[in-house]
């Protein structure tokens, strides 16, 4: 014979719409913004000078579920030629927050050196136009299920070439849910 009670008939009914409202909520797409590009590192490679630099970029989550994501790589164009990258590592952020993520990247001043006569105009303007994509893949869990995740995020930055502070910016993410 089975004990059968009504506290846990409740808890059951409870769990079992919280589980179902979780799942049928619309996922939201993260919301990305660059706060700040930082020179680390200039190195020597004659005749040109490769650099380091550290993006700060403020994430949001607006979701009700935490999400776990794997590492991945941002390609960072300029004039339409590929300038550098910038690394993400592997990591997870909790539901309905925000965080600052710094990402190393490698610039090739070779491929500057190809759009050098637009880099000088872009310098006497003070308007150099960045563009930036990356995939990220994850998964956001509910409850006991994971559902994988991947999120396509394009940027569009202007930055002043002198003091490499962030002038303007267009993001834009969509993101894909697997439910399985």
């Given at each position: 014979?089975?004990?059968?009670?009504?506290?846990?008939?409740v808890?059951?009914?409870?769990?079992?719409?919280?589980?179902?409202?979780?799942?049928?909520?619309?996922?939201?797409?993260?919301?990305?913004?660059?706060?700040?590009?930082?020179?680390?590192?200039?190195?020597?490679?004659?005749?040109?000078?490769?650099?380091?630099v550290?993006?700060?970029?403020?994430?949001?989550?607006?979701?009700?579920?935490?999400?776990?994501?794997?590492?991945?790589?941002?390609?960072?164009?300029?004039?339409?030629?590929?300038?550098?990258?910038?690394?993400?590592?592997?990591?997870?952020?909790?539901?309905?927050s925000?965080?600052?993520?710094?990402?190393?990247?490698?610039?090739?001043s070779?491929?500057l050196?190809?759009?050098?006569?637009?880099?000088?105009?872009?310098?006497?303007?003070?308007?150099m136009?960045?563009?930036?994509?990356?995939?990220?893949?994850?998964?956001?869990?509910?409850?006991?299920?994971?559902?994988?995740?991947?999120?396509?995020?394009e940027?569009?930055?202007?930055v002043?070439?002198?003091?490499?502070?962030?002038?303007d910016q267009?993001?834009?993410?969509?993101?894909?849910?697997?439910?399985?």
């Open positions: 014979m089975v004990n059968w009670s009504w506290t846990s008939a808890i059951g009914a409870a769990t079992a719409v919280a589980t179902s409202a979780l799942i049928s909520a619309k996922p939201k797409d993260p919301k990305f913004h660059l706060v700040s590009v930082n020179i680390t590192n200039f190195k020597l490679s004659l005749p040109l000078v490769d650099t380091e550290v993006l700060t970029v403020h994430v949001t989550n607006p979701n009700a579920v935490p999400i776990h994501y794997s590492s991945t790589e941002m390609s960072i164009f300029y004039a339409g030629s590929l300038l550098g990258s910038a690394q993400v590592s592997a990591g997870s952020q909790p539901p309905n925000c965080q600052l993520l710094h990402l190393p990247a490698r610039l090739s070779k491929e050196a190809h759009h050098a006569v637009q880099l000088m105009s872009d310098v006497r303007k003070r308007e136009v960045l563009d930036a994509t990356v995939y990220i893949e994850g998964v956001a869990r509910v409850v006991w299920w994971g559902h994988k995740f991947k999120v396509h995020v940027s569009h930055v202007t002043d070439p002198v003091f490499l502070d962030v002038v267009e993001n834009k993410s969509d993101l894909e849910l697997f439910v399985t």
